[in-house]
């Protein structure tokens, strides 16, 4: 069985700090890493994909990929209150069907 | 550009009804995802088209779910019949490749579904 585990949390954070949400998956073929965003009540939203190992940053967001330990990272930079959500990381299967396996989320609240 | 539509965003059935959800892609999006989310988890696979046929299915129960993209465009999401278990979100998701190659998914509003 494909995992991808992550911490539920919740993670709280003051405004303006760094919030660092990790993930770990189990499937070494596993090729490319997505970081989605979801509020409450919501649909996800695509915030970042990586594939290469190392880091990947975009504007306030930074994502970082392992494949020797499959760990991968979501760093949250100057966190604001409106970055208060779920993020889910999502795994591609090996095969390249592109099917994506999510894990649970962790929750993130940012206090102002 | 218009995003993944979605329809109804809301139902509440009796175990045992039938329900289906409707799915009109991203235009010019190939590959059409339907996804269960239970509360508290993450979206769950469900069934994966390419066009009107189907890439993956394997985890669809397929004693009492059913899907169909006939025309490579729009799809629907069949539940027949219900039970307690299949209240969740459904969402519809689908899929462009960008110029580095990779897929990125992108999801509807979902269905609420609420099995009484």
């Not at chain 1, 890493?33 to 979801?38: I, K, S, T």
């Not at chain 1, 509020?39 to 594939?51: A, C, N, T, V, W």
């Not at chain 2, 993944?4 to 991203?26: D, G, H, L, M, T």
């Amino acid at each position: 069985q494909k995992e991808v585990e992550q911490n539920s949390g919740p993670l709280s954070v003051p405004e303006g700090a760094i919030a660092s949400l990790n993930c770990t998956y189990s499937d070494r073929g596993s090729q490319s890493f997505f970081w989605y965003r979801q509020y409450s009540g919501k649909s996800p939203e695509l915030i970042m994909f990586i594939y290469s190992n190392g880091d990947k940053e975009d504007g306030r967001f930074t994502a970082q990929l392992n494949k020797a330990s499959q760990y991968v990272s979501l760093l949250i930079r100057d966190s604001q209150p409106s970055d208060s959500a779920t993020y889910l990381c999502a795994g591609t299967t090996q095969g390249g069907s592109e099917k994506l396996v999510f894990g649970k989320g962790t929750k993130l609240t940012v206090n102002p | 550009e218009a995003g993944v539509a979605q329809s109804p965003r809301y139902k509440i059935i009796e175990k045992r009804q039938s329900v289906a959800f409707w799915c009109n892609p991203i235009s010019g999006h190939a590959t059409l995802y339907w996804y269960q989310q239970i509360l508290g988890q993450g979206p769950k696979l469900l069934i994966q088209f390419q066009n009107n046929g189907v890439v993956d299915d394997s985890q669809l129960p397929k004693d009492r779910f059913s899907a169909e993209r006939l025309k490579g465009v729009d799809s629907t999401l069949k539940i027949q019949p219900a039970k307690l278990e299949d209240s969740a979100v459904y969402l519809c998701a689908s899929s462009s490749r960008f110029s580095s190659g990779e897929e990125t998914q992108y999801f509807g509003p979902g269905t609420r579904l609420l099995v009484l």
